[in-house]
């Protein structure tokens, strides 16, 4: 009887393992090298892991937002992959810097000329982006992630107030305030090197900052499953002994 007892609190510790380390929030996501101040540029990325145990992520196709548009995206160049960037004229024209913006980028893809995104792992894809908008708080990105036995996931639904994650949420870029100097972060040079293209600095120094937090993330998760398996197990241990000391 005792043994059983055991095995079953031990069986609840590894589901608990189990329940906490599946990928919570494996979709596509994006997120900002560093900042993504409003009026301002920003290096960001979008995010692909590969959900499939059978199939290579082979293109991601990423649709950029019409109410608000980006006029310079600039794409990194990737081994292994292919990028196409379109533009096309606005329905409506916006004002940038005193500017009249007729068109804009509406479009992203990336191909991969190889294997792809294999099994157990993930990619980032890089771009610049700006002029970001100063009236919204946020961008909506919608993205169709394709494999090679040519299933399409459409990462494209926008998650609603007050409701629960949506299965297929669409990327969501959050952009920060402008600095207390009333400019925006990363206008300056950033805004410049968009322009004529050199971003190779400014991008190495935030792929590693980006690498950081994604090395303090996994070790936050980590710690946190181990606890809550140390903690189940010592529930259960002290169960068994309390039943013990009562037979006794």
Not at 39 to 46: C, N, T
Not at 133 to 145: I, S
């Amino acid at each position: 009887m005792k043994a059983s007892r055991l095995a079953a609190a031990g069986a609840l510790a590894a589901s608990a393992v189990v329940v906490l380390s599946s990928p919570a929030f494996a979709h596509v996501s994006v997120q900002p090298e560093g900042t993504a101040a409003k009026g301002g540029y920003a290096v960001v990325d979008f995010k692909v892991p590969n959900e499939r145990d059978d199939a290579s992520t082979t293109k991601l196709e990423v649709s950029f937002p019409t109410d608000h548009p980006l006029v310079s995206v600039l794409p990194q160049p990737m081994d292994g992959w292919r990028v196409e960037v379109t533009r096309a004229k606005l329905a409506k024209p916006v004002e940038l810097e005193g500017e009249k913006i007729t068109e804009a980028v509406t479009k992203v893809i990336w191909t991969a000329d190889g294997k792809g995104i294999q099994p157990g792992y993930f990619q980032k894809f890089p771009l610049s982006v700006g002029a970001l908008p100063k009236d919204t708080d946020e961008l909506v990105f919608k993205a169709l992630q394709t494999y090679s036995d040519k299933e399409v996931v459409r990462w494209i639904e926008v998650q609603q107030d007050g409701q629960a994650e949506p299965e297929n949420p669409a990327p969501v870029l959050t952009l920060s305030d402008a600095s207390a100097d009333g400019h925006a972060q990363g206008s300056g040079s950033e805004a410049s090197a968009a322009k004529t293209g050199n971003t190779a600095a400014g991008t190495s120094a935030s792929v590693s900052a980006s690498d950081s937090a994604d090395s303090s993330d996994t070790t936050a998760r980590v710690l946190g499953v181990v606890g809550i398996a140390v903690g189940t197990l010592g529930v259960a241990y002290g169960v068994l002994a309390g039943r013990r000391r009562t037979d006794a």
